[in-house]
Antibody
Framework: QLQLQESGSGLVKPSQTLSLTCAVS??????????WSWIRQPPGKGLEWIGYIYHSGSTYYNPSLKSRVTISVDRSKNQFSLKLSSVTAADTAVYYCARQRAGQFDPWGQGTLVTVSS | EIVLTQSPGTLSLSPGERATLSCRAS???????LAWYQQKPGQAPRLLIY???SRATGIPDRFSGSGSGTDFTLTISRLEPEDFAVYYC?????????FGGGTKVEIK
């Protein structure tokens, strides 16, 4: 059974870079036909897609975040990562990683709260 | 960007009642790429419906999805206590994805 687990810093200072990793177990991140996504949810609010990376390395980002986002994959560790630069308080959210196929997200990681504060 | 508008924002119902949730898109969405998720407090969302009407693995048949074009519906035929949660629709098109704002189904 495929499982995803987010990890990274839970507290980031304004203007710095948020960095998270999603470890994939129970399957290979190099499996064809899938992409690997990041989604976030500010406290008490709805879901926002951040971006995804295909097994080939091609990336697609939410236009509203594109200038600040980088998603990369490390096949040797079976994991993928998110970097979000120049963060502000508006980037405080629970960040989820998920596998994506045909536009649907399944499964999801449990999520990790990242707070932007000095 | 395709905007998804969900209504109502909150639905107050009793166990055993039928729930009908709406998701309206600002432009036509391929039915193949419309999904519904359930989220309970403190948990990650769970895929319920994909391709507008196909149930994900392990999802009870009281959940059903329908619709096409710009209007989609999630129906819960008879609410069970564990169904009280927030539901989101989501679409995928032109390599970009968007979520609706969610509908909270609460116990009346």
């Amino acid at each position: 059974q495929l499982q995803l687990q987010e990890s990274g810093s839970g507290l980031v200072k304004p203007s710095q870079t948020l960095s998270l990793t999603c470890a994939v177990s129970g399957g290979s991140i190099s499996s064809g036909g899938y992409s690997w996504s990041w989604i976030r949810q500010p406290p008490g609010k709805g879901l926002e897609w951040i971006g995804y990376i295909y097994h080939s390395g091609s990336t697609y980002y939410n236009p509203s975040l594109k200038s600040r986002v980088t998603i990369s994959v490390d096949r040797s560790k079976n994991q993928f990562s998110l970097k979000l630069s120049s963060v502000t308080a508006a980037d405080t959210a629970v960040y989820y990683c998920a596998r994506q196929r045909a536009g649907q997200f399944d499964p999801w990681g449990q999520g990790t709260l990242v707070t932007v504060s000095s | 960007e395709i905007v998804l508008t969900q209504s109502p924002g909150t639905l107050s119902l009793s166990p055993g009642e039928r729930a009908t949730l709406s998701c309206r898109a600002s432009q036509s969405v391929s039915s193949s790429y419309l999904a519904w998720y359930q989220q309970k407090p403190g948990q990650a969302p769970r895929l319920l419906i994909y391709g507008a009407s196909s149930r994900a693995t392990g999802i009870p048949d009281r959940f059903s999805g329908s619709g096409s074009g710009t209007d989609f519906t999630l129906t819960i035929s008879r609410l069970e206590p564990e169904d009280f949660a927030v539901y989101y629709c989501q679409q995928y098109g032109s390599s970009a994805l968007t979520f609706g704002g969610g509908t909270k189904v609460e116990i009346k």
